[in-house]
DNA sequence: AATTTTAATTGATTTAAATCAAGAGAATTT
DNA sequence: AAATTCTCTTGATTTAAATCAATTAAAATT
C-alpha cells in the first residue's frame, strides 16, 4: 500500500525506517472506483491525496457550463484544490477517478503535525511545490504561445502515459481546446507522417 | 533595507530576534538601475532574489524571435528562475530591472544553509511555493479559457499597482496578447463606460 | 445481443485574435 | 531643442480555432 509513496519521498529526501513507520500512521487508505469523487465541488477540500494506483483529474464547471480539466494524476503524484485544502474555502473543483484507484488522504492537521513530526517531510512537501511550480510554469508558457498542434505534441511527449489513458476530449479540455480542434489536429499529425 | 524581507517572513511565520539577525547574513544586496539585469538568457541562474524596492520581469526570446514576458515582480515579492537556479542549467530567460531596484540576493549555497539552520525560514519557503502554485494554476485557467478582455480586466482587479506601472506591451506580452489586441480591448473598455 | 449513452470524426460557417502596415504620440538621448 | 527611439493606436486583411450540425464509432447498460 505504501510502496509508491515510500519511493516517492526517498527520492526527495533521507529518512530513517522509524520515522517512514511514524509516517504510516498519518494517511488514510481509501479506494475510489471508477466515477467516484474525491471531491465534489462546493465542499471544503479537508484531504490532500498520494495516488498508489490509479488516476483521477480535477476540473470545474464555468458559468457557461464549460467544463474545465485543471490537472491529471497518476501513481506516485499527488492530488488536491491546494487553495481549498489549505484556506479551509469551498472548492470550485471536482476531482474525480478516472480509473479504480487507490489513495493515500492526508487532512491537514495530519500534514501539518508530519512537517511538524518530521522536518524532512516538509522538505519533501517542498521540493514537491518546487517540482510543481516549474511544471506550471511550463504550462503557462505552452498555453500562451504554442498552436494547438505543438500543445497536443508537447503534452504527448512530456507525458505519454496520459495521452494514452485518457479519453481525447479529456485531454481537449486540459490544454484548452475542443474536442472537434484536437480530432482535427490528430488526423494534420497522422496525415504528415 | 531589510524591512521588507522581514515583513514578508513575519506574515508567514513566526522567528526570533537572533534568528532574523542571523538570516541578514545570508543575503547579498545589490542595487540594479533600470534596464539593467539580474541573469542573462544563457546564463546559470544562481540567485533568488527578494525584491526590497522597485519592479523586475522575467521573459524569453522564441525560436521566431518573439519576447515572452513569464513573470514581474514587486516589492516584497521574490524572483529568479526557479529551474536554472534548483538544477544549475542554462536559463533560458532574462530577468531585468523595469526601474531602479534594490534587491536582497540569495545563492543556492546560502538558501540551503539558510534552511537548514533556520527550519522556519524552510516553512517560509515552502508556502510562498504554495501561494505561487496556487497563483500559477489562477494563470493557467485563465490562459486557457478567458478573452482578451477578461484577462486584461482580471489582471488589473488583481494587480492594479502592476498594470499601472508598466508599458502596456509588456501587459500583453504577459496575457498572450498582441500589443494591437490589447489596445483595441482597452479601447473597447473605455466606449462601454 | 440490443439499446442507450458516450466519444470521436467530418463538414460548413463564424469569430476572436494575429498579422501586416502606417502613422501619431511619448519618452530618451544627443 | 532636435533627433532618435520606443510606445501606442487605428485600419485592412488573414488565420487558427470555435461553433454549429450531423454522422459514425465505441463503450456501457439493460
Avoid at 480539466?69 to 471536482?94: C, K, M, P, R
Wanted: net charge neutral; glycine share 4%; proline share 3%.
Amino acid at each position: 500500500m505504501f510502496q509508491q509513496l515510500f519511493k516517492s519521498i526517498q527520492e526527495k529526501v533521507i529518512v530513517t525506517q522509524e520515522e517512514m513507520e511514524l509516517c504510516k500512521t498519518f494517511f488514510i487508505p481509501k479506494k475510489l472506483r471508477k466515477k467516484q469523487t474525491l471531491l465534489q465541488e462546493g465542499d471544503i477540500c479537508i484531504y490532500n491525496a498520494f495516488i498508489e494506483k490509479g488516476i483521477l483529474r480535477s476540473f470545474y464547471i464555468d458559468e457557461k457550463g464549460n467544463e474545465h480539466l485543471v490537472q491529471f494524476a497518476i501513481e506516485g503524484w499527488w492530488i488536491t484544490d491546494l487553495s481549498s485544502f489549505l484556506t479551509n474555502s469551498h472548492s470550485i473543483y471536482t476531482i474525480e477517478a478516472l480509473e479504480d484507484s487507490e489513495l493515500l488522504l492526508l487532512t491537514t492537521a495530519a500534514r501539518e503535525a508530519l512537517m511538524d513530526q518530521i522536518p524532512m517531510f516538509e522538505r519533501y512537501q517542498r521540493l514537491l511545490l518546487q517540482n510543481a511550480y516549474i511544471a506550471n510554469q511550463a504550462r503557462i508558457n505552452s498555453a500562451l504561445t504554442e498552436t494547438a498542434e505543438e500543445k497536443y505534441i508537447n503534452l504527448g511527449n512530456a507525458y505519454p502515459g496520459i495521452v494514452k489513458r485518457v479519453p481525447q476530449h479529456m485531454i481537449a479540455s486540459y490544454l484548452g481546446l475542443t474536442p472537434e480542434t484536437l480530432s482535427r489536429v490528430r488526423k494534420q499529425i497522422s496525415n504528415k507522417s
